[in-house]
């Protein structure tokens, strides 16, 4: 499984953080979780056909988790597309895409399956396949709020082929059967148990998709044992108390509830506006579940990297042209006057690095000329630092500079 | 005024261009035609506050033209706009707003007030200013369409100091009289002819907003020595029939539109997602009507330049990775590894253009050797290169590679 986050905002979107929506890719289908504004453009952008969307799952009907289903409907519709669509949310949705489509006077050609939860249920299988269901649980958010858990079957053991050929076992359904767990009779009537012969069942992969709550039991339950854990962490531990008020986690919250189900990764996301550098929540998680990893947008997250590299990648990317630290950080991304200089810093730099005065073979008048203190080059300094480096922590604006209000 | 296309793309977006919107900056007030996905965002990466949008024009209830006004008033929402906001449109876009936000649970609390027009109305005021006024027109789609006019109105001519003096005039009054054009009868009875003293009135600019229309009349009636005429041109030529098939213009229809209208400037956008080079359409539209400009999104087209400059600019820059020319051509996005390569060859340039041989000073082993022919270059090739170099035309795909379907 590949898990994309599309949009790792929260409620208003950043110059660079999108609205809501995770997609998940499993063998060719892809589901989306959530599906903030403009959903099917990123889609696009990360590289996923939306064709190949099967199923919607929202978590709740707060207009930045849902305002980009009519687009991307429109969008399927002009694409002719006639596999039906399932769509999971609370109670309400169909009947306002309904109302959206008769304004605009769009009859939709291809099925929509909804599946509705009402507000007061607590545990519900709201979709399942041979190969995979997906289960729902009640989140504690200021409305109804679900939680969702993708989870793969236990595929079975492989079946040991020379064993199996000792024991007299040679017709394929015979190894059907072991292969389901069933015992065989041979025509000699000596029972080959499927047990002996086939190893034991590989465990399913799962993806667990938490957003839009305070910290709560229910968001563990969906958790445990979960390959990924996709968990809001809107705020940090400081505004714990407008985390609350708003129905919303800490990146701290995220943690515990992955520390406690036991999760094998912790990916954070639907970060609040104020937070320039997301680092700042990063490290709070980290401080209490080593194993998180910040949501990107557009970075695919693989369950099985050797199998999966290279399936998805983006076609675009985003640069924030304010962001200077950005910009300096991203090495293919200089403008053309500065490249001559980074190119003869590079001739420097085979020098042994503690040479500070050095002594040019080739011409006399440099004789022992001053090299520049190190600090001095704050370009090549650049380029070897990360966001990470400890001791220099990064500066978090309280609020974004281009907007006048107390968002969150 | 300021114009800023936020989104050129048609119906459905593609990884670069999103949907259809533009914003026009007067005086720090901002005014919306049309609210494509997404246009909040937009509105931010273009540099423009939302807190400034004072009205949203919406041309028709077609998906791709409205679907972001929910996420753009749940942000004003967040924002604590406390502004009326004015939205003129078609009848039914009030309704659908509505229900919309009560599936969501929210209640605006800023005032919205609605102009809505219905099927079958001529010509209408539909926003009136002292500096200002708006008008609309129907035009000819496969539903009711509306097209735009904001016009300046005219600006009172300069008093002329000098001549006011001399015929006797002191009083800052007087001067205001005769600048609103009334004539100022001084205390020994002397009429002052404010036609004498006040120059010729200074003409009002506009900005006329045609899109999603086949060619028609009542753009024509719009645009009429409009200053800046932004018109669909959602096909080329060779699509005209099914440009008339789904009620829209060609590049050619736009720039005939422009031309007997006499406009000042031709700006065409509205493109359909199979044209990946849109150059080919300004090629079209050039070769009817010379002052045509391409709309590109984020970039700001000034009327005014000279006072207008740095007002606006992008905050964001959407890089295509798999465009291979357009980073070619992008002198500051160049891979680490090409950079070497780059510099070596600049110095080569230091030679002569048209030495194909040449000897070295310094190195008698390397006499004679052969340089290799230009076109073995395609790097420093590309760098000379611009979209619209003459006698090589870049190639349309007249489909997208991402999705498999026909679409407009």
Same mark, same amino acid.
């Given at each position: ?6 949009? !790792? ?5 950043? =110059? !660079? ?13 892809? /589901? ?6 403009? =959903? ?6 990360? $590289? ?65 399956? +909804?599946?509705?939860?009402?507000? $007061?249920?607590?545990?519900?299988? !709201?979709?399942?396949?041979?190969? +995979? ?7 504690? %958010? ?18 040991? =082929? ?14 059907? &059967? ?30 667990? +998709?938490? #957003? ?14 979960? #390959?990924?854990? +996709? ?11 407008? &985390?609350?008020? #708003? ?10 509830? =992955? ?10 996301? %639907?970060?609040?506006?104020? @937070? ?19 949501? @990107? ?32 950080? *991203? ?5 053309? &006057?500065?490249?001559?200089?980074? /190119?003869?810093?590079?001739? /420097? ?19 022992? *000329? ?26 978090? #604006? ?11």
């Amino acid at each position: 499984m590949i898990v994309i986050p599309l949009g !790792v905002s929260s409620a208003t979107p950043t =110059a !660079v953080r999108h609205l809501p929506s995770v997609a998940l890719w499993r063998e060719g289908s892809v /589901f989306l979780f959530d599906c903030g504004e403009n =959903a099917q453009m990123r889609l696009l952008q990360a $590289g996923i056909k939306r064709s190949k969307v099967d199923t919607i799952f929202i978590s709740h009907l707060d207009g930045d988790h849902i305002f980009g289903l009519f687009g991307l409907l429109s969008t399927l519709q002009l694409q002719r597309r006639d596999k039906t669509l399932h769509i999971v949310g609370p109670q309400g949705l169909k009947k306002m895409v309904d109302t959206v489509f008769k304004t605009t006077e769009v009859e939709l050609e291809f099925d929509i399956k +909804y599946k509705e939860l009402k507000d $007061g249920f607590e545990h519900e299988v !709201v979709l399942e396949d041979e190969e +995979y269901y997906v289960e729902a649980r009640p989140l504690k %958010h200021t409305k109804l709020c679900i939680g969702y858990r993708f989870q793969e079957k236990d595929k079975p053991g492989k079946v040991d =082929a020379e064993k199996a050929e000792t024991a007299g076992i040679s017709e394929d359904a015979q190894f059907k &059967a072991l292969k389901n767990g069933e015992d065989v009779t041979l025509e000699d009537g000596t029972v080959v148990h499927s047990a002996d012969i086939v190893g034991d069942p590989r465990p399913g992969q799962s993806f667990v +998709y938490v #957003t839009d709550t305070e910290f709560c039991e229910n968001a563990i339950r969906l958790a445990e044992n979960a #390959t990924i854990l +996709y968990h809001e962490a809107t705020f940090g531990e400081p505004l714990k108390e407008k &985390a609350e008020d #708003t129905g919303h986690s800490s990146a701290q919250d995220a943690a515990i509830v =992955a520390k406690t189900a036991k999760v094998e990764r912790l990916v954070i996301g %639907h970060f609040s506006a104020r @937070y320039s550098n997301q680092f700042l929540l990063l490290k709070e998680a980290r401080g209490v579940f080593e194993k998180t990893w910040l949501a @990107y947008e557009l970075r695919p997250i693989f369950t099985n990297p050797a199998q999966e590299k290279d399936i998805i990648s983006p076609r675009v990317e985003i640069i924030d042209l304010k962001d200077k630290r950005a910009q300096k950080s *991203r090495k293919t991304f200089k403008p053309e &006057a500065k490249r001559k200089g980074s /190119f003869k810093k590079r001739r /420097f730099k085979r020098k042994p690095a503690n040479a500070r005065y050095y002594k040019s073979d080739s011409d006399q008048s440099r004789r022992g *000329r001053y090299k520049k203190p190190y600090k001095q080059r704050p370009e090549e300094d650049q380029s070897k630092s990360s966001p990470h480096r400890p001791g220099k922590p990064l500066p978090i #604006t309280p609020r974004t500079p281009f907007d006048d209000f107390d968002r969150f």
